[in-house]
């Protein structure tokens, strides 16, 4: 509730700056009208934008209040309104001023470019976050390597400097308005002091004290490889089954990437350890990784732990490579016999791993673990609410957490609700950015 009240306030806050500057004193005509909306919009989706970084900036305090799934899901949403502001602001500063001069809008934009040295910034600014959002899409996502999506994302920073710029240069709501201006230095700045604070100042200093290095490599199955990471004071990142890092190894092709993995092995304040399907050029990589590798990383985050439970049972459901912090919670989850019920979904089934750890967890927590094989175009009703409720007959009573690639955590997380689970007892984590 903090973190709207705070959101509602900056928007209240840019509204009313954009008043006291002329807003609706401004207004005389149509043109005028459009003209000051279009600035309106602008600072409205310069403001979204600085939000977009913010939401997945890897903030402690946003990622323990909120948990980087719905921060995820907040990121998407917030930046296609942002994109809109910014579209919006762009066509109706141009019509206004077309309207006003008597110009078509292409003379008119080359008017403007002309005229104004902040608006071709503006243009290559806006035309590097439609860049991001159009890869974003989940039909344009599926297609790009994680790699390129990853980079593509870096020219948001781009954009926010050149917006930045345009502003400086050309708002009229920015220049010869020193309280504007400096609560707009404020909003830049601090989204810039909390980037690097968080991105690269802590992530150095502590990795400095920790001192990780890669300790051991092992082939879990085909396309699929382990990485333990060991160092000194590990018991102090507080890590938890469940949790999340953004991993960087420093070797020489792949320093300059950041990926997110979550532990596959409960910490136990000695070593963590990832487990990796090989998807990308760096995922498909990690398995030449040699032991004494440099390791940086950043969290842990996400709240897919044991702290959300509220139930005396719970129910386990993974698909794919999403059994990693499954796995991590079965063997940290505290609980009697019974109280946890495993599923593993995957489509064929040479795409199990750690099975022989699964069954040994399982057997040692007195856990039901059951595997579902099968692809859902050939057979029907996997994980549908009917199926579910025949593996854990008393899953409405039980919290369940649910972590797979996305269009499986939604899938199921339907079925639950339709087998009686209620929204508040389900614990989700997507593998997706």
């Not at 502001?85 to 403007?112: C, E, F, K």
């Not at 938890?240 to 070797?251: D, H, M, S």
Request: hydrophobic content about 50%; overall charge positive; proline content about 4%.
């Amino acid at each position: 509730m903090a973190l709207v009240l705070l959101g509602v306030a900056n928007v209240a806050a840019i509204v009313a700056l954009w008043l006291s500057g002329g807003g609706v004193q401004d207004i005389d005509d149509t043109a005028s009208a459009l003209t000051s909306l279009g600035r309106l919009s602008g600072l409205l989706g310069a403001y979204g934008v600085l939000v977009q970084v913010l939401l997945v900036g890897r903030l402690p305090v946003l990622d323990q209040l909120v948990g980087f799934d719905r921060l995820t899901v907040w990121h998407r949403r917030n930046g296609r309104v942002a994109l809109i502001l910014l579209l919006a602001h762009a066509g109706l500063i141009l019509a206004g001023y077309s309207l006003a001069d008597g110009n078509s809008p292409v003379t008119q934009l080359g008017l403007l470019i002309e005229g104004y040295p902040g608006v071709i910034t503006a243009i290559a600014g806006l035309a590097a976050l439609v860049a991001v959002v159009v890869t974003s899409l989940v039909i344009v996502r599926r297609r790009l390597r994680y790699e390129t999506w990853y980079f593509v994302h870096l020219y948001t920073y781009l954009g926010i400097a050149l917006a930045f710029s345009h502003q400086l240069a050309t708002g009229a709501d920015f220049v010869g308005a020193p309280v504007a201006r400096a609560y707009w230095y404020t909003l830049y700045i601090g989204t810039l002091g909390a980037l690097v604070l968080f991105r690269i100042v802590v992530p150095v200093v502590r990795n400095a004290y920790y001192g990780l290095r890669v300790e051991r490599v092992v082939v879990e199955a085909p396309g699929f490889v382990s990485l333990e990471v060991g160092g000194a004071h590990l018991d102090r990142l507080k890590a938890r089954a469940g949790q999340f890092f953004t991993w960087r190894f420093l070797t020489r092709d792949h320093w300059w990437e950041a990926h997110p993995f979550s532990l596959s092995a409960a910490p136990d304040g000695r070593r963590l350890r990832i487990t990796v399907k090989g998807l990308g050029d760096h995922t498909s990589a990690l398995g030449s990784i040699r032991p004494g590798t440099r390791v940086l990383v950043e969290g842990p985050f996400g709240v897919f732990t044991s702290a959300a439970r509220r139930r005396p049972r719970v129910a386990l459901i993974a698909g794919g490579v999403g059994i990693t912090p499954i796995r991590a919670l079965l063997e940290d989850m505290p609980g009697e016999a019974g109280d946890i019920a495993v599923v593993y979904r995957v489509a064929h089934a040479d795409e199990v791993i750690l099975r022989d750890e699964l069954d040994e967890l399982a057997r040692r927590r007195q856990a039901d673990l059951h595997y579902v094989v099968g692809d859902h175009r050939e057979v029907a009703g996997l994980l549908s609410a009917e199926h579910l409720c025949e593996l854990v007959p008393d899953i409405a009573g039980r919290d369940v957490y649910v972590c797979g690639p996305p269009a499986m955590t939604e899938a199921t997380g339907a079925s639950l609700r339709r087998a009686g689970v209620p929204r508040r007892q389900i614990i989700t984590e997507s593998f997706a950015l």
